[in-house]
């Protein structure tokens, strides 16, 4: 198993473009998360999914889109980057309470 | 789900125990406590967790107390690669809820020579 991947591993955008981060787990997990990590501190949720065709919104969703049409998919979509979305963004699938991360994709806007 | 304590730093020699502790004196009776840890940008990695009795597994034990009020995360012989920010979170196993965790800041670990 790949376990959670995530792509780009970086990207640097300008301030009003848009663009998809993806996310994909081949675990066959119902539940998955978007998350964004700040220098210096912890996780914040953005949005999640507790299965194909359901999310909600988590701590921080405004200025991201999401959606779920597949089990194995959970994009993440920025609308109009702002300089305050740049982040380390994190994906994550849930079994059981317990969450599998992935990678992360660095995330600079300028 | 109920808020966790944590020091900010801790230092350990390597080869020794690490302990780590959290408190969360507002833990309900249904709400488990897991251990996460983030090695350096890192995604974070599941540890361990319980809900009262000690566990252990191949990475760590978890230590909770009899009123569950505090649990400790031990390291039982620390090494270079376990320095890392480790994540004490309470939280209900439930479906609905299953993908919400709660991250503070966390304890930054450094195990050093």
């Known amino acids: 198993n790949a376990g959670v991947t995530q792509t780009p591993k970086f990207q640097v955008l300008k301030t009003g473009q848009s663009m998809t981060l993806q996310c994909a787990q081949d675990?066959?997990?119902?539940?998955m998360s978007w998350y964004r990590q700040d220098p210096g501190m912890g996780l914040r949720l953005i949005h999640y999914s507790v299965g194909a065709g359901i999310t909600d919104q988590g701590e921080v969703p405004n200025g991201y889109n999401v959606s779920r049409s597949t089990t194995e998919d959970f994009p993440l979509r920025l609308l109009s980057a702002a300089p305050s979305q740049t982040s380390v963004y994190f994906c994550?699938?849930?079994?059981?309470?317990?969450?599998?991360f992935g990678p992360g994709t660095r995330l600079t806007v300028l | 789900d109920a808020k966790t304590t944590q020091p900010p730093s801790m230092d350990c020699a390597e080869g020794r125990a690490a302990n780590l502790p959290c408190n969360h004196s507002t833990i309900s009776g249904n709400e488990y406590v897991y251990w996460y840890r983030q090695i350096h940008s890192q995604g974070p990695q599941y540890i361990i967790h319980?809900?009262?009795n000690n566990e252990t597994n191949e990475m760590a034990s978890l230590i909770i107390t009899e009123d569950r009020k505090s649990s400790t995360l031990i390291l039982p012989h620390a090494t270079l690669r376990d320095t890392a920010v480790y994540y004490c979170i309470v939280r209900v196993t439930s479906t609905g809820t299953a993908s919400k965790l709660t991250f503070g800041t966390g304890t930054r670990l450094q195990v050093t020579l």
């Open positions: 994550a699938s849930t079994n059981g309470g317990r969450q599998y």
């Open positions: 319980g809900l009262k």
């Open positions: 675990m066959n997990h119902e539940y």
